[in-house]
C-alpha cells in the first residue's frame, strides 16, 4: 500500500510538472516584446534574437522553451531548469517512500508532526537545485545564446542583477533549513553538494571547462550518490530509526551514480555548436555526438542489464524480483527503441539530439517510478 500511494503520488507530481505553463495545443504563443524590451525592467542583453526558431520551438528538448519568459513567473521557471526540478521532486518523494516502506510502513511510521519537515526539506533541495542550475546560467551567458538562447539571462528576460538575488535568497534559504531541522551530517552532505555544483561552474575551479571527466564525475556525485543516500538517511533521521544500507537503497545509488554519469555526457550533445565556437572541451566535440550517444546507450543498456541481472541473482527477499527483472527489461527495451529513432531521424540532426537527449531523462525519471516497487 505504501509503494502504491507513493507511486500515484510521484505520477501525480511528474504529471502536474510536466503540463506546468505548457501552452495549450492549438493555442497561438503571444507576440514576443521587441528586442531591447525587458518587461522585468532588467537591463536587456545586448544582440539577442527574440525569435525562436520553429524546430527548436517544436522540439525543445526539456521543455523550457515552451514556456513564456515575459513574466517574472515563467523566468523564474525557466531560470530554475524544470526537468531538473522534476528529478529532485522525484528523487526526494522516492525517497522518503522508500525507507518509510523500509521502516514499517506508512501506518506504522506516520505522524503529523514529520510534515512540516518533510516539506521544509524538499524546499531545501529545491533552493540547492535551483542554486546549481541559476549559478552555471550567469557564467554561461554567451555559450547559451547559441546553445540555449530560451534560457532567460541569455534571453534578456532576466537580469544578472535579479539572478544573483535569487541565487544569494537560495544560498541562505537551503542550508538555513538543513542546518535547523536535520543533523550535522546532513548538512555536511548538503554543503558538500552545494560547493561541487558551484565548482562545476564558477572559476577558479569551472570543473566542466577542466574536460569531460571533471564534469561528469562532479553531476554523478550530487545527482546519483548525494541526492539518493541524504534523503533516505534524513527521512530514516527524522523518524528516529538508525542507518543501515537496504539492498535497494544500495542499488539505487550505484545504478543512478551510472545513471547520472551518462546524463553528464549527454547533456553537451545538443550544446555542441555554441562549445565549439567557444572551446569548451566535452565529448561531444572530441569524438562527435553520434559516437556519444552510441556510447551513453550502450553504457545505460549494460546498466539496465546488470539490474535485471541483480535481481535474478540476489538473495529471496532482497528485491521484488518481478518489478526488478520486468520493470528494468521494458526499460531497456525502451532505450533500445529511442536510440534507434535518434538513428532513423539522422545522427547530426539537431531536432533528433535534443529528443534523444529528452529521452534520456524520460528514463531517468521512470526509474524512480520503479525504485519505490522494487
Given amino acids: 500500500m505504501v509503494a502504491r500511494a507513493a ?4 505520477v501525480a507530481l511528474l504529471a502536474a510538472q510536466a503540463g506546468a505553463f505548457r501552452r495549450p495545443a492549438g493555442v497561438a504563443r503571444l507576440p514576443a516584446p521587441s528586442r531591447g524590451v525587458n518587461t522585468l525592467g532588467a537591463r536587456p542583453v545586448a544582440s539577442v534574437p527574440r525569435a525562436r526558431p520553429p524546430a527548436l520551438a517544436a522540439n525543445a528538448a526539456l521543455d523550457e522553451n515552451s514556456v513564456s519568459g515575459d513574466t517574472f513567473l515563467g523566468a523564474l521557471y525557466k531560470f530554475c531548469r524544470p526537468h531538473t526540478i522534476r528529478g529532485t521532486i522525484l528523487a526526494s518523494v522516492a525517497g522518503v517512500a522508500k525507507a518509510l516502506a523500509d521502516s514499517g510502513g506508512l501506518a506504522a511510521c506516520w505522524s503529523w508532526e514529520l510534515l512540516p519537515r518533510a516539506a521544509l526539506g524538499l524546499v531545501a533541495l529545491l533552493a540547492g537545485n535551483a542554486f546549481i542550475v541559476g549559478i552555471n546560467q550567469l557564467y554561461d551567458v ?6 540555449k538562447p530560451f534560457l532567460p539571462i541569455a534571453a534578456g528576460e532576466l537580469s544578472p542583477a535579479t539572478a544573483k538575488l ?3 535568497i537560495c544560498a541562505v534559504t537551503g542550508p538555513a533549513i538543513v542546518a535547523t531541522q536535520f ?8 554543503a558538500l553538494g552545494t560547493f561541487a555544483g558551484t565548482a562545476y561552474s564558477v572559476p577558479p575551479f569551472k570543473l566542466k571547462a577542466r574536460g569531460p571527466l571533471a564534469a561528469g564525475i562532479t553531476i554523478a556525485t550530487c545527482r546519483g550518490f548525494l541526492l539518493n543516500f541524504g534523503v533516505y538517511y534524513a527521512t530514516l533521521e527524522a523518524l528516529g530509526k538508525t542507518f543501515a544500507w537496504s539492498p535497494g537503497v544500495a542499488f539505487m545509488a550505484r545504478f543512478m551514480t551510472v545513471f547520472a554519469a551518462v546524463i553528464a555526457v549527454t547533456k553537451d550533445l545538443p550544446d555542441v555548436e555554441g562549445d565549439r565556437a567557444y572551446g569548451v572541451k566535452t565529448f561531444a566535440t572530441r569524438v562527435g555526438v553520434a559516437k556519444v550517444a552510441a556510447g551513453a546507450s550502450l553504457a545505460l543498456a549494460l546498466n539496465y542489464a546488470s539490474a535485471i541481472a541483480q535481481g535474478v541473482l540476489a538473495p529471496a527477499g ?7 527483472v520486468a520493470g528494468h527489461a521494458v526499460l531497456l527495451l525502451g532505450l533500445g527503441r529511442f536510440f534507434l529513432r535518434y538513428r532513423r531521424s539522422g545522427p547530426t540532426n539537431m531536432d533528433a539530439i535534443k529528443g534523444y537527449y529528452k529521452s ?3 528514463l531517468f525519471y521512470l526509474e524512480y517510478l520503479l525504485y519505490i516497487f522494487i
Fill in 318 to 324: 532482497a528485491f521484488a524480483r518481478g518489478p526488478m
Fill in 7 to 10: 507511486g500515484a503520488t510521484i
Fill in 166 to 168: 535569487l541565487l544569494a
Fill in 142 to 147: 554567451e555559450v547559451d545564446k547559441v546553445n
Fill in 183 to 190: 543533523s550535522p551530517l546532513i548538512l555536511q552532505l548538503y
Fill in 360 to 362: 534520456i531523462w524520460d
